[in-house]
């Protein structure tokens, strides 16, 4: 257990479907992330948010739409995928005086699977 | 390409023996971590050492960095089954002013046969 949680750990949608991923962290950190990892990729990542604030977007489709409630929380909103977007997706954590140098703590994964 | 490249991509070794990854990137970081994930599972962090650092030894694992040939290793000894998984480097690079972004390699997948 690192302290980040996911759910849920499996998600299999149609691309008409509407569906949000949630990640929890109990570690008090700062600092929340979201990763997509595909096979075969290196882990890419996607939004960060530090001090609830979006300071990094990848340049992400807008079919992908974070919200970071607050510093203990972290979504996923999801709507009108495509199959090329089935992928685990991961979240993380850190605590960031320098941000992004510090190290991170990832949940567990969501392995998203679009129809 | 990505900042850091792990080789080999896969390593497949018997239970006691060393395990040798390795990890080449490109810029000037300011530290390098590596990290393991276990079949679609998170990843857990490992060992971070710092780029001041030439050594760092945690447990069974140690890490090497070469800021002059931009590579690092990481060295697992006597492994077991239990060590099975994909290790990854991440790297910090400066991606303009004060901001840095931590960058993971494809992995190395090890399997450690019993």
């Known amino acids: 257990e690192t302290g980040v949680t996911q759910t849920p750990r499996h998600l299999v949608m149609g691309m008409t479907n509407k569906k949000s991923l949630k990640c929890e962290q109990h570690?008090?950190?700062?600092?929340m992330y979201w990763y997509k990892q595909s096979a075969k990729k290196p882990l890419e990542l996607m939004f960060v948010y530090s001090l609830e604030e979006r300071v990094e977007n990848n340049s992400v489709p807008s079919r992908f739409s974070p919200e970071c409630p607050n510093s203990s929380h972290l979504f996923l909103h999801l709507h009108t995928l495509q199959p090329e977007d089935s992928a685990l997706y991961l979240c993380?954590?850190?605590?960031?005086?320098?941000?992004?140098?510090?190290?991170?703590?990832f949940g567990p994964g969501t392995r998203l699977t679009v129809l | 390409s990505q900042q850091g490249e792990e080789d080999p991509q896969a390593l497949s070794i018997q239970e006691g023996e060393n395990a040798t990854m390795n990890c080449s990137y490109k810029t000037s970081i300011n530290n390098l971590q590596w990290y393991r994930q276990n079949s679609g599972r998170g990843l857990v962090h490992l060992i971070l050492?710092?780029?001041?650092?030439r050594e760092k030894h945690s447990g069974r694992l140690r890490v090497t960095l070469d800021t002059s040939k931009k590579s690092s290793s990481l060295l697992i000894t006597a492994s077991r089954a239990a060590d099975t998984a994909s290790y990854f480097c991440a790297t910090d690079a400066r991606a303009g002013g004060s901001n840095y972004k931590l960058t993971f390699g494809k992995g190395t997948l090890l399997t450690v046969n019993p």
């Open positions: 050492i710092r780029s001041n650092e």
């Open positions: 570690l008090g950190h700062n600092a």
């Open positions: 993380a954590s850190s605590q960031v005086g320098d941000l992004f140098t510090d190290t991170q703590y």
